[in-house]
């Protein structure tokens, strides 16, 4: 495995995962993808608006397995910038102070 993938395998698994309201996009903008994660989608879509292309008409994500660290972070971290308008999230959130340091490592690569 190349260092990239190890490292944003290692923030996946770090990242609390919880269940987002249904049919939700509201949290889904233009997103970074690393090199590794664009590699793993097979549909490459140009955005043409605010929305993330990758937002299908019912609201859902076409990408969610692949989707990246930014989107799986969303919620998932104590932090106001990654905040759920709806109170979506873990019962335990990942600290702001560690992930930013996980993201630190994670940009090297987008």
């Known amino acids: 495995m190349s260092k990239e ?7 996946r ?26 590699k793993k989608v097979k549909d490459k879509r140009e955005g043409i608006s605010i929305k993330c292309p990758y937002v299908n008409d019912n609201n859902r994500c076409d990408i969610y397995e692949n ?18 308008p709806h109170g979506c999230g873990p019962s335990e959130k990942l600290s702001k102070m560690i992930f930013r340091k ?9």
Not at 5 to 10: G, V, W
Not at 68 to 84: E, I, K, N, Q
């Open 67 to 84: 989707r990246p660290v930014l989107c799986r972070a969303f919620g998932a971290v104590d932090a106001a910038y990654l905040t759920c």
């Open 102 to 110: 996980l993201f630190l490592a994670y940009r090297k690569y987008c």
């Open 13 to 38: 698994r770090i990242l609390p995962e919880f269940r987002c309201k249904a049919n939700c996009s509201d949290c889904c903008g233009p997103i970074p993808f690393s090199k590794y994660e664009w």
């Open 5 to 11: 993938s190890l490292i944003i395998h290692h923030i």
